[in-house]
């Protein structure tokens, strides 16, 4: 079975009654990495804008975009509890999974990776970044925040029987083509805000502009 399966019938909701305790406990945005490289890059004059976050759990950071923000928050999710959840926070979450968002083209001003790209099916990266690529505009931003390994790892995940969890430089499913440019990549400890020399506990927040340049021929 493939782990998107197995996440969308049942760990999905197993994480989702793991973590819920600790999002909760969580300051925003102070404890969250993400939020503050957002509200970093994100002009005051940007106006209305509609943000995606891809496995946003419960919605809590994306209530909090669009509270304070004032933008269109929508959410994909695989734990159907997680869902319902995110649903009575007033934000637009459905059940799904990356490599196939029920949206349509250059809808999004910003699309978010919520930590999620480390438990997807190895074979489904192409179209995860090319379904990414498909609902974001333009002159759009992409986030990632994830574990971080500059080279391909794979390690046993130990929640659940039979999935793997892997650390890559998520980013280069995006900077090979030409109109994707990284414009900040920030490695740090996965349980704290400061840098780490371990590379087992590596996490990056990337942003990503999303920018159709001139190509000559």
Same mark, same amino acid.
């Given at each position: =079975? ?40 994100? &002009? ?21 975009i669009k509270k304070n923000l004032y933008a269109d928050c929508y959410g994909i999710e695989p734990s159907a509890q997680a869902v ?15 490599? =196939? ?37 333009s002159s759009g931003w992409l986030m990632i925040m994830d574990f971080f390994s500059p080279l391909s790892r794979a390690r046993t995940y130990h929640h659940c029987e039979g999935v793997q969890s892997y650390k890559m430089d998520y980013r280069t499913l995006f900077t ?6 990284? =414009? ?14 371990? &590379? ?18």
């Amino acid at each position: =079975m493939k782990q998107k399966e197995i996440f969308l019938h049942s760990e999905g909701d197993a994480w989702f009654a793991r973590n819920q305790q600790g999002v909760a406990t969580k300051k925003l945005p102070d404890d969250d990495a993400l939020l503050l490289e957002l509200l970093d890059f994100l &002009p005051d004059n940007v106006g209305k804008i509609k943000v995606l976050e891809i496995g946003c759990g419960d919605g809590t950071r994306l209530a909090w975009i669009k509270k304070n923000l004032y933008a269109d928050c929508y959410g994909i999710e695989p734990s159907a509890q997680a869902v319902t959840e995110a649903c009575t926070k007033g934000v637009n979450v459905q059940q799904g999974t990356a490599d =196939m968002l029920p949206f349509e083209n250059q809808s999004f001003d910003i699309v978010i990776y919520g930590f999620c790209l480390y438990l997807c099916d190895r074979e489904d990266l192409f179209h995860i970044a090319s379904e990414a690529d498909r609902v974001l505009c333009s002159s759009g931003w992409l986030m990632i925040m994830d574990f971080f390994s500059p080279l391909s790892r794979a390690r046993t995940y130990h929640h659940c029987e039979g999935v793997q969890s892997y650390k890559m430089d998520y980013r280069t499913l995006f900077t090979w083509h030409p109109d994707f440019e990284c =414009m900040t990549h920030k490695i740090r400890s996965h349980g704290e805000a400061s840098y780490t020399d371990d &590379p087992d506990d590596w996490v990056a927040v990337s942003v990503i502009r999303k920018c159709q340049k001139q190509h000559i021929a």
